[in-house]
């Protein structure tokens, strides 16, 4: 059989407006899923400390809870972006939308440790589908020319679900009790899954349109991978243990070790030091709001003056990461200090973050394969904030504040251990971006 060739005329036409006002119910759809997978996601994080204390759980138990959450979405990711693969995009996003709605629901009426651990664990495989589901829908809609500026605007859409989680949950935890973070998030996710179902569709054929993009086009991919419309697993499995998306999967472990660890605890540690519950919830958005401008700014400096060298850039903001954990660890000498010195943190965090499991997982493997790589990347990774979370309730068990400080210096670590391997795998890419350019 012969392989089709590339249509490079296809992305040099402009947008007809009937692409385009599709392409802006895509992003606005797909940008509403993920930021509506936070809201079944993070309510218990905001909740934890309060869900402790009524009913006589210490921290270790409830690390144990979300650790439940944690290895099941690990394992979720490889199931879900293959299935996705397979499936597309729209079939993730609103069968895992629709699960994850119904085990919060259970959480807010559940008095049972046992029921909170197991249905932790449903929605943790559930939850899986949002990332890979979200990337995979907006691929094939999003030219390579301009897919570093939208992606980066585009991917602060767990920024904004995570702010909201905290704003709208912190205020449902401060005037109603933890039950109804619970039931308000779930409810404003009802509304989010019918923007899905009305507006998200896997590609421009799916509505009579032409295609945006050609999806066998080699672009930069540095990942040999089929692009037809369906793939067997044992080319899934090449995928996945492909060198350069190994070494991408354990960067990315270290970026959630750390995002996940300000994720879960840092409402938790504020508290501790001083501040009462919903205040700390309050002071812990600056994290995700100077995320937001990360994200951003990371995404239009990819296009702009790193010609989509993804590698080198998530770099350069890991040496930042490593001055503002620095920061921490010398001037955080109150949690409002904490507070505000971790927003730094947050800014170079968040930017490697979008890149790896967005624009780069594209490039590397083509439009057709975002939503295997994006997953495999992040099913790695995933492993970081198993890990993280009972680290961490480990460090704080005994002594608090000594555990804080250790966890603040295991972060250090862990982003010089991230700059190191963005250095090596910025050569890696280089080369072979280099050794696959024509003559």
């Not at 899934?236 to 190994?246: C, D, G, K, S, T």
């Not at 660890?329 to 927003?343: D, H, R």
Request: charge should be neutral; hydrophobic fraction near 50%.
């Amino acid at each position: 059989m012969s392989k089709p060739t590339s249509s490079p005329a296809v992305e040099l036409r402009p947008l007809s407006p009937e692409q385009s006002a599709w392409r802006w119910k895509i992003l606005i759809a797909t940008y509403c899923a993920y930021a509506g997978y936070y809201l079944t996601r993070k309510a218990f994080t905001i909740c934890k400390n309060t869900i402790a204390v009524e009913f006589n759980w210490d921290l270790q138990d409830v690390a144990h809870i979300w650790t439940a959450y944690l290895v099941a979405y690990l394992i979720g990711q490889f199931i879900n972006s293959f299935i996705g693969r397979e499936k597309g995009p729209r079939f993730l996003l609103l069968g895992g939308l629709g699960i994850s709605m119904a085990c919060n629901a259970i959480f807010g009426f559940t008095n049972s440790y046992s029921t909170f651990l197991i249905f932790m664990f449903f929605n943790g495989l559930v939850q899986a589908s949002g990332w890979p589901g979200a990337v995979g829908g907006v691929s094939e809609w999003l030219r390579p020319h301009e897919r570093g500026t939208i992606m980066g605007i585009w991917s602060t859409s767990y920024m904004v679900g995570n702010i909201l989680v905290k704003s709208l949950g912190g205020l449902l935890l401060d005037h109603y009790g933890w039950r109804w973070s619970f039931f308000g998030l779930t409810l404003a996710t009802v509304g989010v899954w019918l923007v899905v179902y009305w507006w998200q569709r896997n590609r421009p054929e799916d509505v009579g349109l032409p295609p945006i993009v050609d999806p066998i086009a080699p672009e930069d991919r540095t990942v040999e991978a089929s692009q037809a419309t369906s793939v067997s697993f044992s080319e899934y499995f090449r995928m996945a243990f492909n060198p350069i998306v190994l070494s991408m999967g354990l960067a990315y472990f270290c970026i959630k070790f750390l995002r996940y660890a300000l994720d879960s605890w840092l409402p938790a540690f504020l508290d501790i030091q001083g501040m009462d519950a919903a205040e700390a919830s309050y002071y812990s958005m600056i994290f995700d709001y100077t995320g937001v401008g990360g994200s951003i700014v990371a995404g239009w400096v990819l296009d702009r003056f790193f010609r989509g060298n993804w590698a080198m850039l998530c770099f350069v903001m890991g040496l930042g990461m490593v001055f503002g954990y620095y920061s921490v660890i010398m001037w955080g000498t109150s949690p409002v200090n904490t507070a505000i010195l971790f927003g730094l943190v947050g800014f170079m965090i968040y930017g490697p973050d979008t890149l790896l499991c967005g624009a780069a997982a594209v490039q590397v493997a083509g439009v057709r394969n975002g939503v295997a790589v994006a997953g495999i990347v992040n099913g790695f990774g995933s492993i970081g904030p198993v890990v993280q979370e009972e680290i961490i309730g480990l460090l704080v068990r005994d002594d608090v504040h000594a555990g804080i400080r250790d966890s603040n210096r295991l972060a250090l670590a862990m982003s010089v251990l991230f700059a190191l391997l963005m250095l090596i795998l910025s050569f890696k890419v280089s080369k072979r971006r280099t050794d696959c350019s024509p003559e």
